[in-house]
T-cell receptor, first 112, second 112 residues
Framework: GEDVEQSLFLSVREGDSSVINCTYTDSSSTYLYWYKQEPGAGLQLLTYIFSNMDMKQDQRLTVLLNKKDKHLSLRIADTQTGDSAIYFCAESIPGGNTPLVFGKGTRLSVIA | DADVTQTPRNRITKTGKRIMLECSQTKGHDRMYWYRQDPGLGLRLIYYSFDVKDINKGEISDGYSVSRQAQAKFSLSLESAIPNQTALYFC???????????FGSGTQLSVL
């Protein structure tokens, strides 16, 4: 079955880059997602990437995908205190018939 | 107004009580999901529905039931609540052919 793994905690200084890593097990064609959860709120989709891509950039966010190693990363440039949140990696099979499988979430703490 | 609305936002109840959590959406999506979030365990899927007459069990359906009363409404019931059902519960929706999952703000349930 599908499994998504990510480290539970990451602490960075304000202004530095943050890199949050994720590994997944399903080798089928798939979408991979990054969701952000701020305190007291639901999950918000940050970005997603299809498995035929190896990089996607959106302002301060860069997603890198190594399909061979089944490794996904989210890089946040110039990390701000407002980036403090839990970040979830998730994967799905295209077509929408399989629910997303989420990792346990990485809690990012930004130190001023 | 939120696209995916969960009620109540918070609920405290006693062991053995029947509880219903409600979710409604204005996105016109056919697919709806219930997840629970526990610290360090991430999001786990309880039930999901692809249409009004379609109900599917997720990873942790024991002790829960659901009802899809209309396309826009998907409720989660705990027939006899127990303390280990204390968690943050999220409803989510997804459109057919879309890879994006949209979340409500969550219901924090505490079972004493």
């Amino acid at each position: 079955g599908e499994d998504v793994e990510q480290s539970l905690f990451l602490s960075v200084r304000e202004g530095d880059s943050s890199v949050i890593n994720c590994t997944y097990t399903d080798s089928s064609s798939t979408y991979l997602y990054w969701y952000k959860q701020e305190p007291g709120a639901g999950l918000q989709l940050l970005t997603y990437i299809f498995s035929n891509m190896d990089m996607k950039q959106d302002q301060r966010l860069t997603v890198l995908l190594n399909k061979k190693d089944k490794h996904l990363s989210l890089r946040i440039a110039d990390t701000q205190t407002g980036d403090s949140a839990i970040y979830f990696c998730a994967e799905s099979i295209p077509g929408g018939n399989t629910p997303l499988v989420f990792g346990k979430g990485t809690r990012l703490s930004v130190i001023a | 107004d939120a696209d995916v609305t969960q009620t109540p936002r918070n609920r405290i109840t006693k062991t053995g009580k029947r509880i219903m959590l409600e979710c409604s959406q204005t996105k016109g999506h056919d697919r709806m999901y219930w997840y629970r979030q526990d610290p360090g365990l991430g999001l786990r899927l309880i039930y999901y529905s692809f249409d009004v007459k379609d109900i599917n069990k997720g990873e942790i359906s024991d002790g829960y039931s659901v009802s899809r009363q209309a396309q826009a409404k998907f409720s989660l019931s705990l027939e006899s609540a127990i303390p280990n059902q204390t968690a943050l519960y999220f409803c989510a929706t997804r459109g057919t052919g879309s890879e994006k999952l949209f979340f409500g703000s969550g219901t924090q349930l505490s079972v004493l």
